[in-house]
Every structure is written in C-alpha cells, then in structure tokens.
C-alpha cells in the first residue's frame, strides 16, 4: 500500500506545479495512459490473492479517481488564467465615438397635418383631397365669389399661363383649401365630415408671408349641425390640439363669402417673455375663420340648402406649427435648412396618436 | 377706416364709454385695428387751485405756491409767468408721468424749497405747443378729474381715433353714419336723424349733363355761383386730420368730408373750367387724363369718363381732372354726386391702378337712392362755409331699382345658429339696421347691396345677437362607437413612405412647388403649360415637374453652408401638366456626400447607387410593393445613364433610382457625386382582397443547404438575369439566389469577361438531400445560367 500513496504524492504534486496543458498532458499519460504507472499496477492485481486484490484494487480506482479530478481541476484553472491573461491585454478606449447612424426627421407640417388627421378622424372626419392648380370656378366662383367680387382682389391670386386660342378662364393656383369643400360634396353628398389639408398659394412674400403655405379646411355637413357645433368642434381641436387642459374660444363675427354667419376664431392666450400660452392670460389671438356653410356653396355643390346644413372653417398648418412648437419663422419651413430640419424636425417613430399624446 | 368718437357721436346719441364701443365694433364684425386716445396719458391729473403765490427766496423766475388739492393743501415751486392766486391750474402729483416732458414725478427741492408736484402746460400734456404758461382753466372744481373737464369743455382735443377694418361686403360701413347704425342696433344708444332739406334752386342751370353709358344710371348736378374757396373751418380741418387726411379748401374738404361721413363721394369742377355740357360715356381708345394726383393715365374704352367740349375732364366714380379741378381762385362750382358701377369702377381702378376713396366706394357699391339726399345736404354746407347761390339740380338717369326682399324664418336663425334668439328680438335687429319687414318679408335698405338672401338676414341677426355669446355644443359622433380608420390606402401610403424614409435617417423638406425654368426645363418640364402667368420672382416661374431639382437646390445651399454630408426627402406633387389633376404624388429621396464622417473605424464611404436602390426598396416595401419587380435602364435624362435604374411591374414604373447626371449637379451648383430614387407610390398595386390575416407559415425541419457557384459571364450580363435563371432551375427546391461577389480580373477586362459568385440556398422538404440530388440540381443550375447568359462555370 506504501506504493500507492507515494504514487499518490508523487502525481498529485507534478499536477500541481503543471504549468500548461501539455504537461498536464504528460503527466496523464505516465499515470493513467495504457501503459502509465497506475495502469501497470492494475495489471499486477491478477497475481494477488484474492483478498489483496480486492483491497489494493479498491484503492488503485480511488487513486485513479482522484488523479483524473486533479487533472481535470487544474486543467481548468489553468484555462481561467489564461482567459484573465488575455482579457488584461484586451483593453479598449471606450470613451471613443460610437459608429455613425443617419437621424432622419419629419417635418413640422408633415407632423401637423398628422395631428390633425388624429383628432378629427376621432371626430369622425375623413381627409379629403383636390388638385392644387384649380379652375377659377371650383376656386372662386363655387364659393360665392363672382368675378369682380372684390373678395376676389384680395386673394393675391397666382394665375397659370392660357395659350392663346384657349377662351377658358385661366386656372389658378388654388388660393385656399375651401375648393375641396365642393370636391369633396360633389363626390360624396351630403352628410359628410372631412377635412382636407394641403398646400396652398398666396401672391404674397415678407416676413410673415411665403407664396406657398399650408391650409386645412374643415366641412361638417348634416340635417341640424349648428354654429354652436362649430364652436364645440374648435374646442375641441384646440384643446387637444394645444394639448393644454382647457381653451377658451371667442368667435368673432366677419365675412367670408362661402360662409354665413361668418365668424372670426380668437383664442385666449398670454404672451410671457415672448412665450405664447394658450388658455390662460388676457390676450386674444385670431386663430381662424369659419362659419356656416353658405346656401350657394351648397348649391352649386350640388347639395339641397333647404334640406342639409353645416360648417366649415380653414386654419393656418402653419401658423398653428409656429404656435404650438415654438416655431419663430415662416420663410424657414421651406428653406430645408439642415440645421432646422433636425432642430425643429420630429423622429420617424413620434407618430401622433390620441393614447399617447400627441407630442412627446 | 378711420373716424374719431366725437364725429361717431354726430351720429350716434350714445354714453356708452370708448371700450364698450370698441368692444361692440368687433363683436360686430367691423374689428377694430387699433385706437388713438389722447386721453389715456392724461388719466391721472386733477384740477387743482392756486391759493397764494410768492418770490421763491433764492430765484428771480420762480414762484412758491401754496395749491388746494383733493390730498389738502400743498406746496408747488413753479417756474410760469403766470402761476398767481385765484387760477384753476392742471395738477400732476408725485407718482405721475408727465407725457411732454417724458418724466415720472417725485417731491423735489428746488433751490432749498420743497415742491410736491406740478401744474402743466398744454405741450407738456401733449395738448398743443402752448407753453408760454401754465394751463389756466375757466371752471372746474378742486379734485376733478381733467379728462372729465376736457370731455366736457374741448371734447375735440382729446377725440380717441378709432381704426377699424372693414369687410368687402359692408360698403355702408365706409361711412361714420352707417358705423353708427350698427352700434345703434346693438343697443349702444339711438341713430340721430339725418333731416335733408332740399335746397331751392335760384337760377337754371347752365351747365347740362348727358349719360351715354350704362355704367353711370344716375346722375345730379348743380352750379353754385359766387362761393369763396377759402380754408375750411377748424372743426372740419380737424376731423380730416384725425382721420390722416390733408385738409386743402372748403370746397374740396367738403367732398373728403362726405366721403367719410356719409359713404357718398362727391365731385366739384370748377365751372369756370368747364367748356359746353358735360357728357357721362365711355372713354375711346387714345384718350388721356391728367388726374388730379398729377399722373396722366391712358384710358381705355369702358372706362367711365366725365367730359366737355376740352376733352375728358374726370374718371367717374374714381378721380378727378387737375384742368377742372377748384382751387382757391374758384368761384363757381359744378357739384356732382353720382351712382357709378361697382364692376366697372373696379375693372378700370385695377386696369389704371389706382387706389383712391371713390373707387374703393364704388367698387364696394354705395347706396344709389342717397344720391339726390346727397348733393342736397353737401349744397347746404357749401353755402353755409363758402357762401354763394345754388341752380336748380338736375338728375339725369334714375335711380337703380334695389328693391328686394327675403323670407325671415325666425325657427331657422335658431337652428343655424345654435343660439336662442326671441322671433321678436330677430325682427327688431333687422328693422333698426333699415330693413322694412311685411309679415315674414324682409326689404333690403338700398344701402345694404351684400344682402342677396335669406342667409344673409341670419347673419345680421347672429351678429348683432353677438356670436361671443354662442356656446359651444358637442357634436355627437355620426357613427356611435369606436371611430372608423379614415384615411384612405393611398394616404396610408404617403404616410407610409415619409415615415419610412425618416426612419432610414433622412430628413424631411417642403420645398416650393413652383421652380424656375431652366431648372424645371432639365427635368422635363418648363413649358407654357406649366408656367405661372404672374410670378412672384423669376425663381418661381413654372409649376415643378418633378421633387428633384427643388431637394438639389436645397442640397446646394446647404453644401454652401458647409454640410458635405447629407439624405433629404421630400413626399408631395410634381405638375404634369398645367390642367386640374395633373398632379402626381412623389417621394424622392437625395444622398450626396459619404456615408459617414470620418471615424476611427472607417465607415467614411462614397454613397452610391445600390444605396439608393436600398432605400428606394425599403420605402417600395413599406407601402406594399410587390417583391418581384423587373428593373429596367429607361431612366429619364437627369440620371446617370450607366449608373441608374427603373423598378416596374412590366411598364408601369414603381420607382428610378440611380447617380443624378453629373451635368445636372454642374447645372444646379451641387458639388457630387448625388445618389438619388423618386418613388410613384400611387403606382403601386393595391393588394386585390384586404384582410389582416396572414397566409399560414411553412417551415421545413429538414436542414438547408447552400452552394456556392462562380461564373464567367460577359461583362454586360446583367446580374439579376443570371439570379432568375438559377432560382428557376428548380423552384420547388430553391428557397432563394443571392449574388455574394463580382469580380474582373485584368485578363477578364481584356476579354470583355467578370465573375459572378452566387449562392443557392436549397430547402428540401419531405426528405433529406442526398449527395446525388444535390449534383442533379446543381447541374440544372449551370445548365439554366448557361442558357441563359452564356456562362460558364469558373474553372
């Protein structure tokens, strides 16, 4: 048995001070390999009587047994400093740039009119459409606005080229959004709820003003909607809209020729250090016009003003824009500035929804 | 327009304060723009009396005054020639601002005497340039307030201006009286009566009038004989001035005078002047005016003129002549008061550009049955301000018949407006604003030519009612539940493609959708029937053909701004044509620049085609484009034509991506190279059924197996032909074919020869691949590519 434990000793010690896998190796092979120290004494057992056999045997497959842990434990301590040697060579300077990524935006009136879409599809609008050059009867004439009208003048219209022969009034480039009011009846009749957002073109360049803007008209056709309804819509929108808790709306009588009542739209607000707040203060601020439908328009859509009546009103995409974002020149909407795309621009996933506010 | 209170109150007997009659006038739909009120600087001084006053110990020029006030007595040093005993003087205390001098007040000392305030002259409260003394008053009690005192006694020098704006379909509001017809139907006090009492002639007249257009249906004349143009009264000269008007003479003053106050514009010639009759016609071509503000015009034929024997001597209803214009030297007037057509009066004012008080009148329409009340009452003023004898009037013509009325349908005011409003109540608006009712009809006042229905008369009842009454009233849903989806497939799309391209780190721009020529006609547009007849600038002359050149101008300017790097987007409608409709939806993208800045790891690259074509894919996916689409070169001439592409379905184009033509970039000032895609989203399929439900998924759980070919093919080979050519060697089998290398050696270069490396990824299904299936694949593969393209395996 002595024999045993001075093997024992002598191949626990080498594993020990084995200093990398291929001594472990060797160290394997001239203990437990076929034809290692521990193996040749198996072979020995079958000279031994039976009881010695069965001792010695005994405590050669522990032996055998407690070299194999050995061995395998050291191999992976072994392992572990190695991977702790390496990971100490593998330093980098995280404090450097991350890679590149592109951050896209979406433009102020892009992001607008989606909010506007969402607020008044929960109201049941749909979104209607209509061309941008339009002829002066769907721009003018269907609205009440007879040629000479001097409403027309003030409309600083853009008018296309006619070639010569053609006697057809010139077209225009649509001047307001309302022609999609008689589009839109003449499509679907009444009742209806749309509104209908889009670009429109005023002869008109300064500070405040740029040839081509942005409009959103609004049409609630039925058997009884009334001024009062109008009003409720408006503050409505403007309370979801300005995400503010309350608005208070002021109408405000006036003219326009498709309407009648025609009304004017201020809302309350205050101006502190040149920050606007809507639904608190002293002052008021014209935010829109709008009115009942005028019987004409009705007509001349098709549509019985004895029997259907309704509101419409048109409001500034742009100037709401401004309002609520902040937002202090118009000319620079269509500059494409890159630095305000990205200052004023919103992210591809800010999509307007009512769950989740319409801003973040 | 323009008008002061105490012009207002000539017609309105009213006690109403200037803010609620502010208030009432925008309420009213004549929304005041802005009001001048001399008064409201002055609020806070008081009458105040002078009770003994002596030789200031240390100063010659000043006085120590002890002064009663409405605080009790005090001590005032004053420096005016006239500060004695006994005289009622304005008090400014300490705490008050003194306008003329800009100063707040404080208890001075002035030469070691206390002073507790000041008594004012007229220039330092900014009532004249009088400053030779202290204000002495004739009355006034101790504590009154001065405003009170100047309201009472000079009314005019603290007369608030009013500024309002006026609506086009309100002419009867361009004079003072029928602004005093509204607030008096709002209640603010009582229209004062305007009495007209003829004027006898006292001789014929000599000068006759002929109306030869229809343009002019009425027309009153009459010659005043022996009157003195000299400078009209202060009172005139004053209103005129508060209204910015430079007052010039009696007789001219007079007409201004009428214009404003009772919306009639009136003309005096100089009879002197005055050659033969006069004659109303149109005007022919070649005649000429010299106007009155000293331009000559060139009148064209339908223009209005007034002439005699000389020539044209007036354009009616717009302007007079300076050749018979009156001036001081004037001695015999010919006064006209006329009814010209609003359409004409506009087309000639717009055609000659002239903007003045009559044309904006006429144009707006006037009332025609006050034209003979009219030339009355301004008769009776000449003579009461000039002097001299009238002639008999003569009207030519007749007054325009206005007569019209509509059904007043009291249930229907209430519905429409949504506001309780009594029958009765609605009745009385109607008649105190002149319209006569007979049972439910309604007659319209000749004053009123914007009334021309029964949604007119809702109107004036609703604001006269007010609408900042109105409550707000829900509008209850059309449908009950849950809100339907409302945009329709086509404005999903839109959305869709914007989101989509924002995400893939583009930015978004608006760009004007007019552009110039030059730039338009490299793009394929250009043409007269696309051009804009008046242009805002030379920049903005023709409707865009396409998104292009307006994102490459934009990439321009930010190039010039030092941004090398850029993606930009735009999604909106390019103009076909010049015809309603002939507009079509793009979303175009721009990349010019790298990839990145530059960075330690060297993602810095040249962007280039199959960017664009990536993106251009991404946003065709998203709006649900087919993934099967044929890619052809018929690209327009603003690309690259070896670098660029179509993306169709047969011959309808999905979308061109592809480098813009480097002359392009070189004509629209773009430092490039510029990579670039514009995608048609409305010509893209819409699927045939719609339904949220997904076909079901089919997985294999036998393993995939790819392999690899390498082919020589000719240069030109296209690679997607030789993918399709794989994939339908068996498609069954073939899960999908993706080329992984291209490849010329020199010695393929030379021969006209590139390698194409593909890998085909084999998804067996029912059992495994054998060693053999896969060499009989294999092979129909080599075979398809081969027949296909003429390759051959690489050896």
Redesign the interface.
């Known amino acids: 048995m002595d024999g045993i434990d001075t093997l024992r000793g002598k191949y626990l010690e080498s594993i020990t001070g084995a200093g990398d896998e291929s001594a472990l190796e060797e160290i394997r092979l001239s203990a437990l390999g076929k034809k290692g120290e521990i193996s040749l004494k198996m072979r020995e057992l079958g000279k031994m009587t039976p009881e010695e056999r069965q001792t010695t045997g005994a405590a050669l497959n522990r032996l055998k047994d407690e070299l194999d842990a050995a061995l395998r434990a050291r191999k992976v301590s072994l392992a572990d400093a190695a991977l702790d040697e390496r990971l100490r060579s593998e330093w980098l300077d995280v404090t ?2 991350s ?9 102020p ?2 992001q607008v009119m ?1 909010e506007l ?1 969402a607020i008044f ?7 209607a ?1 209509g ?5 002066d009867w ?1 721009n003018f004439d269907a609205l009440n606005i007879p040629p ?4 027309r ?2 409309h600083d219209t ?6 010569e022969g053609d006697t057809r009034p ?2 225009v ?1 649509r001047t307001h959004t309302s022609p999609v009011q008689i589009r839109a009846l003449e499509a679907n009749g009444a ?1 209806i ?1 749309v509104i209908a957002p889009g ?1 429109v ?1 005023r ?3 300064d500070q405040t003003h740029t ?2 803007f942005h409009q959103v008209e609004g049409l ?1 056709i ?1 058997k ?6 109008l ?5 409505e929108f403007c309370r979801a809209f300005f995400e503010v808790p309350s608005v208070e ?7 326009f ?1 498709f309407t ?5 739209v201020d809302i309350r607000c205050s101006w502190v250090n040149g920050q606007l707040k809507i639904g608190e203060g002293d002052s008021w601020m014209e935010i829109l016009g709008s009115g ?1 439908v ?3 328009v009705l007509q001349a859509a098709g549509v019985d003003p004895t029997q259907w ?1 309704g509101f419409a009103f048109g409001m500034g995409i742009d100037r709401i824009a401004m309002l609520k974002y902040g937002i202090p020149d118009l000319r620079a ?7 305000w ?2 200052h004023y ?5 800010d ?1 307007p929804d009512l769950a989740g506010g319409l801003s973040r | 327009m323009k008008f002061t209170l105490s012009w207002l109150k000539t017609h309105l007997d009213t006690s109403a304060s200037l803010d609620d009659i502010a208030y009432a006038l925008t309420d009213l739909g004549l929304e005041v723009e802005g009001i001048h009120d001399p008064a409201s600087k002055l609020k806070t001084f008081t009458l105040a009396k002078v009770l003994h006053a002596e030789q200031h110990p240390d100063a010659d020029r000043l006085r120590v005054c002890r002064v009663m006030t409405d605080e009790g007595e005090k001590q005032i040093v004053c420096g005016a020639p006239n500060a004695r005993e006994g005289i009622t003087v304005v008090l400014c205390k300490p705490g008050d601002y003194v306008p003329g001098i800009d100063v707040t007040l404080g208890v001075g000392k002035i030469r070691g005497v206390e002073s507790h305030g000041m008594m004012a002259s007229e220039r330092e409260l900014e009532l004249s340039e009088e400053h030779d003394g202290i204000i002495e008053l004739p009355s006034g009690e101790v504590g009154d307030k001065f405003t009170d005192w100047l309201a009472q006694n000079t009314p005019e020098k603290i007369d608030p201006m009013i500024h309002i704006k006026i609506t086009p379909n309100r002419p009867d509001a361009l004079g003072v009286r029928g602004i005093a017809r509204d607030l008096a139907a709002r209640g603010l006090g009582t229209l004062k009566p305007l009495a007209v009492e003829p004027v006898a002639g006292q001789f014929p007249n000599p000068i006759t009038l002929r109306l030869e257009t229809e343009a002019c249906p009425l027309f009153a004349g009459r010659v005043i004989r022996g009157v003195k143009n000299g400078p009209s009264p202060e009172w005139l000269q004053a209103r005129l001035k508060a209204i910015g008007l430079r007052p010039i003479s009696a007789l001219v003053d007079i007409t201004n005078l009428f214009t404003f106050d009772l919306n009639r514009p009136l003309h005096v010639f100089d009879a002197a002047k005055v050659a033969g009759d006069l004659v109303v016609r149109s005007a022919r071509a070649g005649e000429e005016l010299l106007a009155l503000d000293g331009k000559t015009y060139a009148l064209r034929e339908g223009m209005v003129v007034i002439t005699d024997d000389n020539g044209v001597e007036s354009l009616g209803g717009i302007m007079g002549g300076e050749v018979s214009g009156c001036d001081e030297t004037t001695t015999d007037v010919y006064l006209e008061a006329a009814y010209f057509d609003p359409i004409t009066t506009a087309t000639t004012g717009r055609a000659l550009k002239i903007n003045s008080d009559a044309r904006y009148r006429f144009e707006r329409g006037i009332d025609p049955a006050f034209t003979v009340p009219g030339i009355e009452l301004a008769t009776r003023m000449i003579l009461d301000l000039c002097g001299g004898t009238p002639s008999d009037v003569q009207v030519a013509g007749a007054v325009p018949d206005t007569a019209r009325a509509y059904r007043l349908d009291t249930d229907r005011v209430v519905s429409l407006v949504g506001m309780e409003i009594a029958a009765h109540d609605q009745r009385a608006t109607l008649e105190s604003l002149g319209f006569r009712l007979e049972g439910d009809m309604a007659h319209v006042p000749s004053w009123r030519p914007d009334v021309l229905g029964e949604a007119d008369l809702i109107e004036e009842i609703a604001r006269v009612a007010s609408l900042t009454k109105l409550e707000g009233r829900p509008l209850p849903r059309a449908v009950a539940g849950v809100p339907l989806p409302i945009l329709t497939p086509l404005q999903q799309r839109e959305k869709a493609a914007r989101r989509t391209l924002a995400a893939l780190g583009y930015n978004e721009c608006v760009t004007y959708s007019f552009i110039n020529a030059r730039d338009a006609a490299l793009f394929g547009g250009g043409t007269d029937a696309v051009r804009v007849e008046n242009p805002i600038s030379s920049e903005m002359t023709h409707l865009r053909p396409d998104l292009l050149p307006g994102l490459l101008r934009a990439a321009a300017r930010n190039q010039a701004r030092g941004f090398a790097d850029m993606a930009l987007f735009e999604v909106g409608p390019a103009f076909a044509g010049g015809e309603p409709g002939e507009q079509v939806l793009l979303a175009t993208g721009l990349l010019v620049g790298a990839a990145a800045a530059r960075d330690p790891y060297g993602s810095r690259r040249a962007l280039d085609v199959f960017d664009a074509k990536a993106d251009a894919e991404a946003v065709l996916s998203a709006i649900g484009a087919p993934a099967k689409v044929q890619v052809s070169r018929k690209v327009a001439g603003w690309w690259h034509p070896g670098r660029s592409g179509v993306i169709g379905l047969g011959p309808n184009v999905l979308a061109t991506f592809g480098e813009v033509h480097p002359r392009i970039l070189n004509a629209l000032d773009v430092k490039g190279p510029a990579v670039a895609f514009t995608i048609q989203i409305a010509n893209v399929p819409l699927p045939k059924v719609k339904t949220p439900t997904r076909p079901a998924l089919k997985i294999s759980d036998l393993q995939a197996v790819e392999r690899d070919f390498a082919f020589v093919v000719d240069a030109g080979t296209e690679a997607l032909t030789l993918v399709n050519a794989a994939a339908g060697a068996d498609k069954a089998l073939i899960e999908s074919v993706r080329v992984f290398d291209q490849f010329a050696s020199e010695a393929q270069k030379a021969e006209g020869k590139k390698s194409l490396a593909i890998t085909v990824r084999l998804q067996p299904e029912g059992k495994t691949l054998t060693d053999k299936d896969i060499e009989a694949v294999s092979a129909k593969i080599v075979e398809k590519v081969a027949k296909a393209t003429g390759a051959a395996l690489r050896s």
């Open positions: 450097l740039p890679r590149p990524r592109r951050f896209g935006t979406i433009h009136v892009s989606e879409t599809a929960d109201m049941g609008f749909s979104v459409e061309p941008q050059v339009e002829s769907y000479e009208h001097p409403a003048q003030e853009f008018f296309m080229h006619r070639a010139p077209h480039l009742p709820r670009r073109y002869m008109d360049m040839p081509m609630a039925d009884d909607i009334s001024m009062a309804n009003k409720w819509v408006l503050e709306l002021r109408f405000r009588a006036s003219h020729p009648e009542p025609s009304a004017e009942m005028h019987p004409k009546q909407f269509f500059e494409s500035d890159l630095r795309l990205r621009g919103f992210a591809a996933l999509m």
